[in-house]
């Protein structure tokens, strides 16, 4: 096996594990962010959800409680208010979902579905239990989600949730006397969920990888093939004159002219080596003709 063969299949095996490797470590890496990315908007999205509640129930209510005694107004309610917001940008992004999803909601857009009501029961059977993260498959592709409980907190939520005697009769004449009634206070009933869809940012993911790895490749390609002209002309070609011109001193063939080489590496002073071979071999053969 020559020389050049053998250093392309050494060559070879380390590019397939060094490939290999920083594959494995780079899809890892990439995979990771994506999903951190997705996390982060879905919590992101998640505190724009708080945020407009929040200012439903300081700013929104308060304006309305005139109104609300002669008509019930669902724009006063935080709930409605965050649904809304998420339901106008479901216009543009449909992948992307918001639900407070409730066992026994006022409002049936709100009832909570099959898997919806699992992360209820999770939240109602764990006090302790703040957020549950998740995926699922749904119609428009892969989904990640956040779930956060809604629990009872305020004694003032009762009023319209305890019984129906307590509760408003404008909300009553809106959305009747069957649902949203019985909650107690600390009572989860329900969870805030968030939903984001993860193709898009697994897409770029793959996409920067495969850039990443083609460019890995080019570049040991380039290498190896730099490497073999190297290989060939520093150490192949003057490998390849000593020997042929050992074959032929060995022959006997003591008149050929002498190899000249001046470098200072190792083939240079083989060089000069197998040089001061022949002249001792030439001195001895006269001492013998002699």
């Known amino acids: 096996m020559k020389l050049l063969l053998k250093f392309n299949l050494v060559f070879l095996l380390i590019f397939a594990i060094g490939l290999a490797a920083t594959g494995r470590i780079s899809w890892t890496l990439l995979e990771r962010n994506a999903r951190d990315e997705i996390a982060g908007s879905a919590r992101l999205l998640m505190d724009a959800a708080l945020a407009a509640r ?3 129930s300081t700013q929104v209510g308060p304006l309305l409680e005139t109104q609300m005694k002669y008509t ?7 709930a409605y208010s965050a649904t809304e917001v998420f339901n106008d940008l479901r216009k543009k992004h449909a992948e992307y979902g918001y639900k407070e999803a409730v066992l026994n909601p006022t409002n049936p857009r709100n009832r909570a579905v099959d898997w919806e009501t699992d992360l209820v029961t999770q939240f109602r059977s764990n006090k302790d239990l703040g957020e549950l993260v998740g995926e699922r498959d749904t119609p428009t592709g892969r989904s990640f989600y956040i779930a956060r409980p809604i629990r ?3 004694a003032a939520c009762l009023r319209c949730h305890s019984t129906v005697d307590a509760a408003p009769k404008t909300m009553i004449e809106r959305y009747g006397p069957a649902n949203g009634f019985g909650w107690t206070l600390n009572e989860a009933v329900g969870a805030q969920i968030i939903s984001v869809p993860t193709q898009v940012p697994l897409d770029r993911a793959e996409s920067a990888f ?4 083609t ?5 040991f390609v380039v ?9 060939a002309l520093i150490v192949v070609r003057p ?15 003591l008149d050929i002219p002498e190899l000249k080489r001046t470098s200072r590496d190792e083939i240079g002073a083989l060089t000069r080596s197998i040089g001061r071979m022949r002249t001792s071999l030439v001195k001895a053969m006269k001492m013998l003709e002699s």
């Open 223 to 231: 290498i190896g093939i730099m490497l073999n002209v190297m290989l």
């Open 72 to 78: 019930f107004l669902p724009q006063s309610v935080p």
């Open 152 to 154: 009872i907190s305020n």
């Open 54 to 56: 929040w200012y439903t």
């Open 210 to 213: 495969k850039v990443f790895m």
């Open 215 to 219: 460019s890995i490749t080019v570049v």
């Open 239 to 253: 490998i390849a004159q000593l020997s042929r011109f050992a074959d032929r001193v060995s022959l006997g063939e």
